[in-house]
Each structure stands twice: as structure tokens, then as C-alpha cells.
């Protein structure tokens, strides 16, 4: 671990993230929860960063698709 005073204001190194996947009808939900974050500028970078990754995630998973798996909404 790093010192305090080594770390980006804002940043503590007290973060978690858990990622839960649950099956609803044959589909997944994904549930991420982090905690431990202040109210700063790094945990908005964290937020757009997490969400750019999930955007990326599921444009992949779109790509990768049969067309008869995207009419059944998979």
C-alpha cells in the first residue's frame, strides 16, 4: 500500500467494488456496488470510467451476436 500523501486527492485506498451476476429468465443482470469513496474527483473518474467499460462490454457482446440471438433479446 502506498502512503496517504502518495495517492491523488480524493483517492483512498479503502475502495471495493463486488460484482454480482444473477440469472433472471435466462438472462443476466449484473449488479456492481463499490463503496468506500468520498465525494471527490476521482470517484466521478471512477463512476465514467466504469460506465465506459460497461458501455464497451455490451457493444462487444452486441457484435458478437447471431441475429436470431438478438431478436430473442439475449
Known sequence: MLPDDALPEGFSQNVYTIVE?????GLTELTITE????RSLMSVFSYVG????LDKMAAYRACSLEP???AKGK
Not at 463503496?35 to 468520498?38: D, I, L, Q
Not at 466504469?50 to 467499460?53: A, C
Open 21 to 25: 451476476f444473477r440469472d433472471v429468465n
Open 35 to 38: 463503496k468506500g469513496w468520498t
Open 50 to 53: 466504469m460506465h465506459q467499460s
Open 68 to 70: 436470431s440471438e438478438t
